[in-house]
């Protein structure tokens, strides 16, 4: 991990969700000698309650668990208000081919590591969507701070996203 550069991780807290204890405490190790703050729970549902608490900056997901597995668990962040921009990180050993990680990414995670991995790949990735999560939330609050409308369509022409001022400026909500 010598040659990976981090930006500010101290700052960042990481819920791990993982039924296996081993490996709970194999990322848990990983990610704090990287200088996150880590945060665990052993299935979706018990996560899903923490992340509404604790709101972490990434989330790192087993696929297989009891009660709520990875999936769910995904679908869950991705329905919440507070937690639908939330990077999410999917991690199997059983599931690994490639429908698995198409299905995990149609679920709403980011990425997908199979286990077993490289230490480094690991914290490489925690790192590399915690930058990208900030520069969307940069990007966020420039879109919706903007005096000019600004505003989005998809290919036939409806309106998918519009700023503030845009909502002023049709008289409608945002």
């Not at 700052?11 to 405490?25: A, C, G, K, T, Y």
């Not at 945060?39 to 990434?58: H, I, R, S, V, W």
């Not at 939330?137 to 919706?144: G, T």
């Amino acid at each position: 991990m010598r040659g990976i550069q981090f930006s500010e991780p101290e700052d960042n807290s990481v819920l791990i969700v993982n039924d296996l204890p081993e490996q709970l405490r194999l990322m848990d190790g990983l990610l704090r000698r990287a200088g996150y703050s880590v945060l665990t729970a052993e299935d979706g549902l018990e996560a899903f309650n923490l992340a509404k608490q604790k709101q972490p900056d990434l989330v790192i997901s087993d696929v297989c668990m009891p009660r709520v597995g990875g999936l769910e668990f995904c679908r869950l962040l991705r329905s919440d208000r507070d937690l639908r921009s939330v990077p999410i990180l999917l991690v199997s050993g059983l599931q690994n081919d490639t429908a698995a990680v198409v299905e995990g990414l149609r679920a709403g995670a980011d990425d997908y590591l199979e286990v077993p991995f490289d230490a480094s790949r690991l914290v490489a990735k925690v790192a590399r969507l915690l930058e990208r999560s900030r520069l969307e939330a940069n990007y966020r609050d420039l879109f919706e701070q903007a005096s000019d409308v600004i505003f989005t369509q998809d290919l036939s022409g409806k309106l998918t996203s519009i700023n503030r001022a845009g909502a002023k400026f049709v008289g409608r909500e945002p």
